[in-house]
Protein backbone atom coordinates (compact mmCIF):
# COMPACT_ATOMS: atom_id res chain seq x y z
CA UNK A 1 0.00 0.00 0.00
CA UNK A 2 1.35 3.57 -1.28
CA UNK A 3 2.01 5.81 1.12
CA UNK A 4 3.11 8.42 -0.99
CA UNK A 5 2.05 8.78 -4.22
CA UNK A 6 2.77 10.41 -7.45
CA UNK A 7 0.49 9.53 -9.94
CA UNK A 8 2.10 10.76 -13.43
CA UNK A 9 5.46 9.13 -14.15
CA UNK A 10 6.24 11.70 -16.66
CA UNK A 11 5.71 15.32 -17.74
CA UNK A 12 6.49 16.89 -20.80
CA UNK A 13 6.90 21.11 -20.21
CA UNK A 14 8.18 23.74 -22.73
CA UNK A 15 11.52 25.31 -21.46
CA UNK A 16 9.95 28.53 -19.70
CA UNK A 17 6.90 27.24 -18.88
CA UNK A 18 5.86 25.94 -15.54
CA UNK A 19 6.43 22.71 -14.97
CA UNK A 20 3.84 21.42 -11.45
CA UNK A 21 4.26 17.95 -10.24
CA UNK A 22 2.47 16.36 -7.96
CA UNK A 23 1.91 14.55 -4.67
CA UNK A 24 -0.43 12.77 -2.68
CA UNK A 25 -0.21 10.90 0.66
CA UNK A 26 -2.20 9.18 2.98
CA UNK A 27 -1.00 8.76 6.45
CA UNK A 28 -2.24 11.93 8.43
CA UNK A 29 0.79 11.68 10.78
CA UNK A 30 3.36 12.68 8.00
CA UNK A 31 4.43 16.57 8.94
CA UNK A 32 7.58 17.05 6.78
CA UNK A 33 7.70 16.72 3.36
CA UNK A 34 10.69 16.80 0.99
CA UNK A 35 11.16 17.19 -2.96
CA UNK A 36 14.80 15.50 -4.19
CA UNK A 37 15.68 15.57 -8.01
CA UNK A 38 17.64 12.80 -9.82
CA UNK A 39 19.81 12.79 -12.51
CA UNK A 40 20.28 9.32 -14.04
CA UNK A 41 23.19 7.39 -12.67
CA UNK A 42 23.37 9.80 -10.08
CA UNK A 43 21.80 10.04 -5.73
CA UNK A 44 19.04 12.18 -5.14
CA UNK A 45 19.73 15.37 -4.65
CA UNK A 46 17.80 17.47 -1.90
CA UNK A 47 15.85 20.01 -3.86
CA UNK A 48 13.14 21.94 -1.41
CA UNK A 49 11.02 21.03 2.07
CA UNK A 50 7.65 22.07 4.21
CA UNK A 51 6.98 21.28 7.09
CA UNK A 52 3.18 20.69 7.94
CA UNK A 53 2.98 23.94 9.24
CA UNK A 54 3.52 25.74 6.49
CA UNK A 55 1.34 25.92 3.36
CA UNK A 56 3.90 27.18 1.10
CA UNK A 57 7.72 27.30 1.00
CA UNK A 58 10.06 29.22 -1.88
CA UNK A 59 13.14 28.99 -3.05
CA UNK A 60 14.44 30.81 -6.34
CA UNK A 61 12.43 29.40 -9.28
CA UNK A 62 10.95 26.17 -6.96
CA UNK A 63 7.76 26.05 -4.99
CA UNK A 64 6.27 23.89 -3.25
CA UNK A 65 2.43 23.97 -2.00
CA UNK A 66 1.12 21.54 0.98
CA UNK A 67 -2.73 21.51 1.23
CA UNK A 68 -3.10 18.88 4.44
CA UNK A 69 -6.70 18.54 4.20
CA UNK A 70 -6.53 17.38 0.95
CA UNK A 71 -3.40 15.22 2.04
CA UNK A 72 -1.82 16.89 -1.68
CA UNK A 73 1.67 18.64 -2.18
CA UNK A 74 3.26 19.74 -5.24
CA UNK A 75 6.19 21.55 -6.51
CA UNK A 76 6.14 24.13 -9.15
CA UNK A 77 9.38 25.03 -11.83
CA UNK A 78 8.69 28.65 -12.64
CA UNK A 79 10.42 29.08 -15.28
CA UNK A 80 11.24 25.95 -16.16
CA UNK A 81 14.76 24.99 -17.69
CA UNK A 82 16.27 22.12 -19.94
CA UNK A 83 18.84 21.55 -17.10
CA UNK A 84 15.86 20.85 -14.79
CA UNK A 85 14.92 17.33 -16.76
CA UNK A 86 15.10 14.88 -14.28
CA UNK A 87 13.59 12.49 -11.99
CA UNK A 88 11.79 14.28 -9.53
CA UNK A 89 10.73 12.08 -5.75
CA UNK A 90 8.44 12.96 -3.40
CA UNK A 91 8.92 12.54 0.14
CA UNK A 92 7.20 12.25 3.51
CA UNK A 93 8.05 11.99 6.81
CA UNK A 94 6.87 11.59 10.77
CA UNK A 95 9.73 13.33 11.92
CA UNK A 96 9.21 12.88 15.59
CA UNK A 97 7.84 9.60 15.23
CA UNK A 98 9.43 6.33 15.31
CA UNK A 99 10.81 6.46 18.55
CA UNK A 100 13.68 8.56 16.83
CA UNK A 101 14.33 6.79 13.68
CA UNK A 102 13.61 9.03 10.56
CA UNK A 103 12.16 7.14 8.05
CA UNK A 104 10.87 8.94 4.83
CA UNK A 105 8.10 7.58 2.61
CA UNK A 106 9.17 8.03 -0.90
CA UNK A 107 6.73 8.23 -4.29
CA UNK A 108 7.70 6.39 -7.51
CA UNK A 109 8.95 9.50 -8.98
CA UNK A 110 7.49 12.03 -12.04
CA UNK A 111 10.00 12.44 -14.85
CA UNK A 112 10.17 15.61 -16.31
CA UNK A 113 11.29 16.60 -19.76
CA UNK A 114 11.49 20.26 -20.49
CA UNK A 115 11.90 20.70 -24.27
CA UNK A 116 13.93 23.77 -25.78
CA UNK B 1 31.48 19.98 4.67
CA UNK B 2 29.21 16.52 4.56
CA UNK B 3 30.33 13.92 2.28
CA UNK B 4 29.32 10.72 1.24
CA UNK B 5 31.33 7.93 -0.89
CA UNK B 6 29.87 5.27 -1.80
CA UNK B 7 32.13 2.55 -4.11
CA UNK B 8 32.50 0.50 -6.06
CA UNK B 9 30.43 2.69 -8.73
CA UNK B 10 29.45 -0.33 -10.85
CA UNK B 11 29.63 -4.24 -10.65
CA UNK B 12 28.81 -6.73 -12.45
CA UNK B 13 28.80 -10.58 -10.28
CA UNK B 14 27.57 -13.74 -10.78
CA UNK B 15 24.57 -15.34 -9.38
CA UNK B 16 26.03 -17.46 -6.37
CA UNK B 17 28.62 -14.68 -5.51
CA UNK B 18 29.26 -12.69 -2.26
CA UNK B 19 28.80 -8.90 -2.32
CA UNK B 20 30.01 -6.00 -0.66
CA UNK B 21 29.02 -2.14 -0.86
CA UNK B 22 30.28 0.24 1.25
CA UNK B 23 29.59 3.89 1.88
CA UNK B 24 31.24 6.09 4.45
CA UNK B 25 30.13 9.26 5.57
CA UNK B 26 32.38 12.37 6.72
CA UNK B 27 32.15 15.53 8.09
CA UNK B 28 29.25 14.50 10.44
CA UNK B 29 29.00 12.56 13.64
CA UNK B 30 26.32 9.84 14.80
CA UNK B 31 24.61 10.21 11.63
CA UNK B 32 21.30 8.05 11.17
CA UNK B 33 22.55 6.16 7.68
CA UNK B 34 20.14 4.35 4.79
CA UNK B 35 20.72 2.07 2.04
CA UNK B 36 18.45 2.17 -0.62
CA UNK B 37 17.41 -0.03 -3.56
CA UNK B 38 15.79 1.86 -6.92
CA UNK B 39 14.41 -0.66 -9.36
CA UNK B 40 13.17 0.44 -12.80
CA UNK B 41 9.78 2.47 -12.36
CA UNK B 42 9.83 1.25 -8.46
CA UNK B 43 10.82 4.22 -6.78
CA UNK B 44 13.33 4.09 -4.12
CA UNK B 45 13.01 0.90 -1.83
CA UNK B 46 13.99 1.53 1.83
CA UNK B 47 16.44 -1.65 2.68
CA UNK B 48 18.49 -1.25 5.78
CA UNK B 49 18.35 2.10 8.31
CA UNK B 50 20.88 2.50 11.20
CA UNK B 51 20.58 4.82 14.32
CA UNK B 52 23.70 4.03 15.52
CA UNK B 53 27.01 1.34 15.37
CA UNK B 54 25.74 -1.80 15.49
CA UNK B 55 22.07 -1.10 15.23
CA UNK B 56 20.54 -2.48 11.85
CA UNK B 57 16.94 -2.40 10.99
CA UNK B 58 15.64 -4.21 8.22
CA UNK B 59 13.04 -2.56 6.06
CA UNK B 60 12.04 -6.09 3.94
CA UNK B 61 12.98 -9.08 4.27
CA UNK B 62 15.35 -10.29 1.27
CA UNK B 63 19.05 -11.97 0.49
CA UNK B 64 20.82 -9.19 2.12
CA UNK B 65 22.27 -7.78 5.27
CA UNK B 66 24.04 -4.28 6.65
CA UNK B 67 26.74 -3.76 9.14
CA UNK B 68 27.63 -0.59 10.69
CA UNK B 69 31.00 -1.09 12.37
CA UNK B 70 31.89 2.29 12.72
CA UNK B 71 29.78 5.64 13.38
CA UNK B 72 29.88 6.95 9.92
CA UNK B 73 30.46 3.20 7.87
CA UNK B 74 27.58 1.06 6.57
CA UNK B 75 28.02 -2.01 4.78
CA UNK B 76 25.34 -3.77 2.45
CA UNK B 77 26.27 -7.29 2.19
CA UNK B 78 25.17 -11.17 0.87
CA UNK B 79 26.68 -14.33 1.23
CA UNK B 80 24.87 -15.48 -2.29
CA UNK B 81 23.54 -12.78 -4.76
CA UNK B 82 20.15 -13.74 -6.68
CA UNK B 83 19.30 -11.96 -10.14
CA UNK B 84 16.87 -9.90 -8.77
CA UNK B 85 19.34 -8.57 -5.82
CA UNK B 86 20.46 -6.03 -10.19
CA UNK B 87 19.41 -2.70 -9.09
CA UNK B 88 21.39 0.76 -8.08
CA UNK B 89 21.79 0.62 -4.37
CA UNK B 90 22.32 4.47 -3.26
CA UNK B 91 23.48 5.20 0.43
CA UNK B 92 22.45 7.85 1.90
CA UNK B 93 22.28 9.91 5.64
CA UNK B 94 20.83 12.44 7.40
CA UNK B 95 21.27 14.67 10.73
CA UNK B 96 20.19 12.55 14.16
CA UNK B 97 17.23 14.38 15.10
CA UNK B 98 14.30 16.37 13.90
CA UNK B 99 12.85 16.95 10.60
CA UNK B 100 15.46 17.02 7.94
CA UNK B 101 16.63 16.06 4.70
CA UNK B 102 18.51 13.12 3.37
CA UNK B 103 21.92 13.29 1.32
CA UNK B 104 22.66 10.27 -1.02
CA UNK B 105 25.92 9.25 -2.39
CA UNK B 106 26.42 8.62 -5.88
CA UNK B 107 25.06 4.91 -5.87
CA UNK B 108 26.25 1.65 -7.21
CA UNK B 109 24.82 -0.09 -10.30
CA UNK B 110 24.71 -3.89 -9.32
CA UNK B 111 24.13 -6.29 -12.40
CA UNK B 112 23.80 -9.75 -11.35
CA UNK B 113 24.65 -12.29 -14.28
Known amino acids: DQQVKQNSPSLSVQEGRISILNCDYTNSMFDYFLWYKKYPAEGPTFLISISSIKDKNEDGRFTVFLNKSAKHLSLHIVPSQPGDSAVYFCAAADSWGGGGSYIPTFGRGTSLIVHP | SQTIHQWPATLVQPVGSPLSLECTVE??????LYWYRQAAGRGLQLLFYSVGIGQISSEVPQNLSASRPQDRQFILSSKKLLLSDSGFYLCAWSAGTGPREQYFGPGTRLTVT
Open chain 2, 27 to 32: GTSNPN
